[in-house]
């Protein structure tokens, strides 16, 4: 079924620079229904990422409880200064060093010699707890007579106590070199001073060994420290030393952060995706996701290196995570490895004879999770206390499978899979396959990743009107912005607005989308990588950027059928496109000369690379100025931009000659903050040419390829949002760049309630005055509801010190009439709840 076009704007205009207040019409007819909505459509993708769950939703509270933080990431060797892949290709570090890892010692363990006490801490590997653990910490005390010897860990940049909190200590101990005892346990700030009464353990044996105490807080403090002291002298060793808040969710042993659970559970996901994401993939074929490393006890499970920077304590592992999912009323979707590792670290493919393994983890995965308690796995899963399957029915077969080594290795999975559970769904990732490669492939549903600036978002309103609805139904499993526009910690009011329009389109096309999750989910403050979160915490507290309630205001009022909503909006022209420009290449070397950018006879910019070559800003690539020409001598992705974001309406003109490598030429101009066009000249392998915004088309590709050795002519006009593109004199394109909207409306119904749900987000710095005329409905209540999300400044957003800086607002709406005139503010999503009457 084709959607009915309900978001249909009539003037066009953009979201940034000085708009008039806009004068709209928001014309509704409830008689006119689209297709169903799944009642599960929004949900979470939760990937231990930016450390999301180890040092975030897990509760642990001591970090390297393992001791195996010294371990080299798997797959990996030291070369140059660098964690290499075994391969020694230099392109993906591990990040070992990031967070503060290293090789010989113990990593966020330290130790406290006080007064005269004498005594050391080692690694040690020797008559290991289990051999999934194999290291583990020996104590060496010399002399604890005056003063204080043991070892220290201040958890995850620092643990969080309550006055009156109590925490739950385990860990595991054995002793040697007649050492009698006690330890004592107990959690101090950076001074020394105690915040809880220690704990005394006694009764350390020579076999290892599980103690556990119960520690309570006197002060509050947000970054304390665990210490445990040796009152003897002697040997001991520790292992799996854990602490965990008493109070988890759902209060589960070995369970989760109450906070941070329960704002994920305030969005009231439909479902979870889980737990990858590139952690599924890994970055070598050792490091990927393997969910039988992470069951049963703690101490049986293998630990292994994240693509995230970070060792995965897997003690959030498949059963909690399914445990999680039941907690929240979601369902279950998970993704596993299918063989190649991620294409954006160092692309790896287990070689097909070697495929078993892979195959059998997706079959026993489904039966850990779903089996009965009498197959081998279900019994593992009623053992670990849940006889009951947690009925599993989504499975994702890879994550952003990105080379032709995929598809053969998918369709192993895949057809196995499909012969033996025929009625699960599965879900092909389909962000960086091509379709021509999955030939005889099939799936149940395919997931789609846009990462992207709010222009992007606001221009692809429309992105799935003309899908081709013979085509499996579709997943947008990781949606969010990520141009410098969304602000440092991203999620900030435009991004939220901008990923706001883009539901519309995804809620008005529920025939085709049938789920979508926002990306990454979580951040630890001091613990993230380059990416941002929707939720963040630190220690004690924990904040959602606006993003995270504009998403759950649309969880909140999905209706259960759009209806046909058109918007008349009277508002300014579309700016012309505007911005620097920038010459580069993708796996190619090339070189660029008599760089010139003019406008209306004037010229802005010549070349001259003896002189003003410092002005330009490379990214990425190996640049170098030689003769007159500007060099980019890697097979590699290289950019340089240089010129003033205020730019428009000019003519670019300028050589270029490839030297080697893959492809040809990419020109970029427009280029202002995170946003930027190119033209990719001999792209997609040096077949095709095109024009793309944020590197999704304008215009069509055409085919064309790029010789080698060959000066080559390049001009590029723009005026207005027209743009030409001429390689060696010849028209290659002559496309318009769309302009994004800055209104946006779409109304449906809940068919429960009978409430007609309004949207409206407006993406500007003045009201919009409209007119709204309902028609197919009898009439509505009184008294409605009215729920505005908004600020000041696009560029607001939340913290962890100003968690409801923007906040949504609920208050009653009195309207009656079918007709009504509402002024939506600047900066906002309103949404409006009109009751049956
Ligand atoms: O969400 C962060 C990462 O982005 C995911 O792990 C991956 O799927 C994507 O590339």
Sequence with gaps: MKPIRSLVVICLLTWAGPLAAGTATINIDAAKPGPRTNPRMYGIFLENLNHAVDGGLYAELIQNRGFEDAKPPEGFIYHNG??????GRNAYDAGFARFGYFTNGLPFWSLIKEGDAQGSMHLDMSDPLTPETPRSCRLEIDNPASGRLGIANRGFWGIGVKNGEKFTLSFWARCADGFKGPLTATLEDDEGNALCKPVSVKGITAQWKQFKATLTGRKDNSSARFVLTAGAKGTVWFDMVSLFPANTFKNRPNGLRADIAQMIAGLKPGFVRFPGGCVIEGGTVPT???WKNTIGPLPDRT?????WNYRETYGMGFYETLQFCEDLGAKPLYVGFAGETCMFRNVEDVPLPEMGWVETNFLDAIQYANGSPSTAWGKLRAKAGHPKPFGLKMVEVGNEGGTRGFPPRYDLVHS????????LTYINDYSFLRREWMQGQTSDMEDNHFYNSPEWFMNNVHLYDQRDRKLPPVYDGEVAVTSGGGGPDKGNLIAALAEGAFLMGLERNADVVKMVSYAPLLANIHGRTDWHGMIYFDSTRVSGTVSYYLWKLFGENRPDYTVQTDVALQADKAPAITGAIGVGTWNTAAEFKDIRVEQDGKTLYASDFSTNRAAWQEDGGNWSVSDTAYRQSDDAVGLSYFGDENWHDYTLTLKARKLHGAEGFLVMFGHKGGDKYWWNIGG?????????FNQTPVGEHVPGHIEPDRWYDIKIE?????????LDGRLIHDVTAASADHFFASAGRDATTGDLIIKAINVSPDPVNAMVNVSGVAGFAPQGQLTVLTSGRLTDNNSIAKPANVAPVTT????SDLKFAHDFPANSLTVLRLKKK
Excluded: F
């Design 812 to 815: 009653r709406l009195m309207i």
């Design 288 to 290: 990927a996701y393997n």
């Design 718 to 726: 723009l005026s207005d949002r027209h743009i030409r593109c001429y």
């Design 303 to 307: 630990e292994i290196w994240g693509p």
């Design 684 to 692: 997609w392998g040096d077949q095709e040419h095109a024009v793309e």
């Design 82 to 87: 660098r964690w290499v892949d075994s391969l």
């Design 416 to 423: 196995l899979l499909k012969t033996n559970y025929p009625d």
